[in-house]
């Protein structure tokens, strides 16, 4: 990727980032913060068993 590309590419994000209502963003940041852990949707909860077995 070119670095005219990359330019155009952030300039993009950026203005839909500014057209969109304050409201959306806001919705949008809080439902970002009811994600599961990335451990534990890809290999459920065994690795949180085993590293609080390895606490103890």
């Known amino acids: 990727m ?7 590419f952030m300039t993009q994000q950026i203005v839909s ?4 209502p304050k409201e959306e963003r806001g919705r949008k ?8 852990v990335y451990g534990n949707s890809w ?3 065994l690795p949180f068993v ?3 077995y ?3």
């Open 29 to 36: 940041k809080n439902s970002k913060t009811g994600q599961q």
């Open 17 to 20: 980032y500014l057209d969109t």
């Open 2 to 8: 070119s670095s005219n590309d990359y330019i155009k």
């Open 43 to 45: 290999f459920g909860i």
């Open 50 to 52: 085993l590293k609080m």
């Open 54 to 56: 390895r606490k103890k």
